[in-house]
């Protein structure tokens, strides 16, 4: 499986595009309310049933777009930190921008501020955590990628510390939207473009970007003979992957293992080269929320479920599936 999708990165690029496509429509089309997929587009093509129009329009396609846009952006902020740390299994969580974003909303909730509210918070404390890891991580010589990791994972302790006691000393009425926003809720955005036009910027950046990720994955001395000028690359990489992971978690809450598990499958699958890596884990991260946002909205109807459980769900049995498969024989 591995080596024929790595030999066709056209085919397996056309493929997951079907298959976000696919994913998009079935989303739009299934609910946990209103008419079934065929009666909906049979009102909406005959103009009889103006109500279906509202539902697709009006409710449906927003939080799809805000979905497959939050899953693009969350996939190609794992692509940054993976080369930015040169881990594999690197996370866009890892440098605090979640736990600060959590915080910050949570702290804004409690206070009793609305949903612009609690999203400009959750930004700003975002873009805190982000400066305080840049801060901390400072030492002779400047920053380097274990610095930057272990600073990252103690400010993110420090965060989710600060969480669990919000949690526990706050509203209990409160606590179940706290808790759907930290596990992801696509419920909050107010407007879909936002998130999808910024996908739609960073991959293309991404893509032309390509060489210089393929050479600084390589490590930081075959980078500066190859004439990479590392130190500003990444510095880029550190700001894009906190200002897409900012953006997201802002609007649609921590959604966790999206930029974990997608980057490491496109890469177990197509190779290193980030000109198929990039676009591939926009399209696969965007699938992968649609798809487990729609779980969320019509497994147990009326009731929805955390969207960044169902990405685990859906993810973990894939990755485990894929790192099987590409074990060498022995």
């Known amino acids: 499986m591995v080596p024929f999708l790595a030999r066709r990165p056209a085919?397996?690029?056309?493929?997951?595009?079907?298959?976000?496509?696919?994913?998009?429509?079935?989303?739009?089309?299934?609910?946990?309310?209103?008419?079934?997929?065929?009666?909906?587009?049979?009102?909406?093509?005959?103009?009889?049933?103006p109500l279906a129009r509202a539902l697709v329009l009006e409710l449906r396609l927003p939080r799809v777009l805000t979905g497959f846009g939050a899953g693009a952006l969350l996939a190609l902020a794992g692509v940054c930190m993976q080369v930015l740390l040169r881990n594999p299994l690197a996370d866009p969580y890892v440098l605090g921008v979640s736990g600060g974003a959590a915080v910050a909303a949570l702290a804004s909730m409690i206070l009793g501020l609305g949903a612009f509210g609690v999203q400009?918070?959750?930004?700003?404390?975002?873009?805190g955590a982000t400066l305080?890891?840049?801060?901390?991580?400072?030492?002779?010589?400047?920053?380097?990628?274990?610095?930057?990791?272990?600073?990252?994972?103690?400010?993110?302790?420090?965060?989710?510390?600060?969480?669990?006691?919000?949690?526990?000393?706050?509203d209990p009425t409160l606590l179940r939207g706290m808790v759907y926003w930290l596990m992801g809720d696509l419920s909050w955005a107010?407007?879909?473009?936002?998130?999808?036009?910024?996908?739609?910027?960073?991959?293309?950046?991404?893509?032309?970007?390509?060489?210089?990720?393929?050479?600084?994955?390589?490590?930081?001395?075959?980078?500066?003979?190859?004439?990479?000028?590392?130190?500003?690359?990444?510095?880029?990489?550190?700001?894009?992957?906190?200002?897409?992971?900012?953006?997201?978690?802002?609007?649609?809450?921590?959604?966790?293992?999206?930029?974990?598990?997608?980057?490491?499958?496109?890469?177990?699958?197509?190779?290193a080269d980030h000109r198929r890596v990039v676009p591939a884990a926009a399209l696969a991260g965007g699938t992968l929320v649609v798809v487990a946002d729609l779980v969320a909205r019509t497994v147990v109807a009326p009731h929805q479920l955390p969207v960044g459980a169902l990405t685990a769900l859906i993810g973990v049995p894939l990755f485990l599936m894929l790192m099987r498969r590409a074990q060498p024989a022995t």
């Open 11 to 49: 085919f397996t690029l056309t493929a997951l595009a079907l298959l976000a496509l696919l994913a998009l429509a079935a989303a739009i089309s299934i609910g946990s309310a209103g008419p079934g997929p065929v009666a909906l587009w049979r009102g909406i093509a005959t103009g009889s049933d």
């Open 120 to 127: 400009l918070a959750a930004f700003g404390g975002a873009l």
């Open 190 to 271: 107010s407007s879909p473009y936002g998130l999808l036009g910024l996908a739609a910027l960073a991959t293309p950046l991404g893509i032309l970007a390509a060489r210089p990720l393929n050479v600084l994955a390589r490590g930081d001395m075959q980078a500066q003979l190859l004439g990479v000028a590392v130190a500003p690359l990444r510095g880029a990489l550190f700001v894009a992957a906190s200002l897409l992971t900012a953006a997201t978690v802002t609007t649609v809450g921590a959604i966790g293992f999206v930029g974990l598990v997608t980057p490491h499958l496109v890469r177990l699958a197509l190779g």
């Open 132 to 170: 305080i890891v840049f801060a901390l991580a400072q030492g002779p010589g400047g920053w380097t990628p274990t610095r930057l990791l272990l600073t990252g994972v103690v400010v993110a302790a420090g965060t989710g510390a600060l969480v669990s006691l919000m949690l526990a000393a706050g």
